[in-house]
């Protein structure tokens, strides 16, 4: 049985931001929530992780508040081994402790597995890598003889020949608990950093006869941890990288995955395709054949088969029906349903709103608040005015009626079927069916009008 212990009480003093470190974001979720979904994927956990809070520990909590967590506080920050110790209440008598750090986010479920694996409730079990500058981590010492694993020393504490040791600590380790009580309790601040290191336990091991194992990740970026922002955006990068690689596997393409960002989740069908600069957000499900144009946003929205999202369009909690067009430079907000063959042109905007079967508003428009029926057509510069100051209300556009350009539909408001309305009318009057509606002052020409010319 394994117990997940995630650690994160620092501060974070490099990132020079208000929020935690742990709460700093990768693909738009917190780095300590990245760590514990990995953690909580584990099989055979005993029971929910613990993480240990300290500066910001309201809003980390704050951030867990709909997941089952245990929490543990580390009211000074003294180390690692401190942060540990504070855990250990929340820990069984005989399981495997697994400790992570919560600005690790990139750790990989397997990776865990494979070392929680090795420990096997007997073994002191070290994540360790091979670095071509290890400049700033602690050396993994090794004896000479059988390259049994003796002590973990910390850079400061290091001398000029353990210096050029190339494997170093990664921090994340699995522990027999049992052997963790009894370790923890002994670790002494009698260092260059007058803290109380978790590493100073692999010499505890060593004196007791406890075997020191060690296991290295597939890739380097699994254990690489983010203190300043070009590592944050490093990581970025990363994570959009091989979610953009899994996606290409399963048949995805994307122009250039290198400038392709998933904030959430992505379902597909055959022959999508993406271009660049395009930004994935919440839960999105794309049909057979979509495409998406460059430099779109697409957040929380369902896209069937067939449609095409031109550049530099969003999409907000909307749902387009098959062979549906967008764009370009046109949002739909939340609440917007588009119906087959339904067309939505450049710089329009649609918000809570019903767009029925081919119809289209194809420039310049804004409706809001408003049924459609089918094969309605929308001229440019239609707005529909839904807002009294107080109250929103509904415009209601029945089957096949033709709005002319640069009208206003002042809500509430119900062109019946086949209702024609001039262009530049205001209309604050229903129609019935087939009525053709004109709402504007009476044109006048003044003959012989001279223009005023310049004083």
């Not at 867990?64 to 081994?81: D, H, I, N, P, R």
């Not at 490093?234 to 122009?255: F, H, P, V």
Request: charged letters at 20%; hydrophobic letters at 35%.
């Amino acid at each position: 049985m394994l117990d997940i212990v995630i650690l994160a009480a620092g501060k974070g003093t490099r990132m020079r931001s208000a929020t935690p470190k742990v709460l700093q974001t990768i693909a738009g979720l917190p780095m300590v929530s990245h760590v514990y979904q990995a953690a909580s994927a584990l099989p055979g956990n005993n029971a929910p992780p613990v993480i240990v809070v300290g500066h910001g520990g309201a809003e980390v909590k704050e951030n867990f508040s709909s997941q089952t967590v245990q929490w543990a506080e580390q009211k000074q920050q003294l180390g690692t081994g401190h942060a540990v110790q504070a855990a250990l209440p929340h820990l069984g008598e005989s399981t495997t402790t697994l400790i992570l750090y919560g600005d690790v986010p990139l750790i990989q479920p397997k990776t865990l597995q494979r070392l929680a694996a090795q420990c096997n409730g007997e073994q002191l079990t070290l994540l360790t890598v091979n670095l071509a500058d290890p400049s700033g981590y602690g050396r993994i010492v090794r004896e000479p003889s059988d390259n049994s694993i003796v002590a973990i020393v910390e850079e400061k504490d290091a001398s000029d020949a353990q210096k050029k040791i190339a494997e170093i600590n990664t921090g994340i380790m699995a522990v027999p608990t049992a052997k963790l009580r009894d370790w923890l309790p002994q670790l002494s601040n009698n260092n260059a950093q007058q803290e109380y290191y978790l590493t100073d336990i692999v010499a505890m091991a060593k004196r007791d006869g406890t075997t020191i194992t060690s296991c290295q990740p597939q890739d380097l970026w699994e254990v690489e941890g983010v203190n300043n922002r070009q590592q944050q955006a490093t990581l970025e990068r990363q994570y959009q990288l091989n979610q953009a690689n899994a996606y290409m596997q399963k048949g995805l393409m994307l122009l250039d995955p290198t400038r392709f960002d998933c904030r959430g989740s992505l379902i597909f069908g055959q022959d999508v395709c993406i271009d660049i600069n395009v930004i994935i957000e919440g839960n999105v499900e794309l049909g057979d054949g979509v495409t998406i144009g460059p430099n779109c946003i697409i957040k929380n929205a369902t896209i069937a088969a067939g449609s095409r999202i031109e550049a530099n369009s969003m999409i907000d909690n909307s749902q387009l029906d098959t062979h549906c067009t967008v764009g370009p430079f046109a949002r739909l907000r939340p609440g917007s349903v588009l119906q087959a063959k339904a067309k939505v042109g450049n710089f329009v905007e649609i918000k809570k709103s019903v767009i029925g079967k081919g119809s289209k508003v194809n420039h310049l428009s804004y409706i809001g608040d408003c049924d459609m029926g089918t094969g309605v057509n929308i001229g440019a510069g239609t707005i529909t005015c839904n807002y009294d100051g107080v109250n929103k209300f509904k415009t209601v556009i029945g089957n096949d009626c033709f709005v002319g350009s640069n009208t206003a539909l002042v809500a509430p408001v119900e062109l019946a079927r086949d209702s024609c309305i001039g262009a530049g009318s205001t209309i604050t009057k229903s129609t019935e069916a087939q009525d053709l509606a004109i709402a504007r002052a009476k044109q006048r020409n003044l003959p012989g009008w001279q223009k005023p010319t310049k004083q």
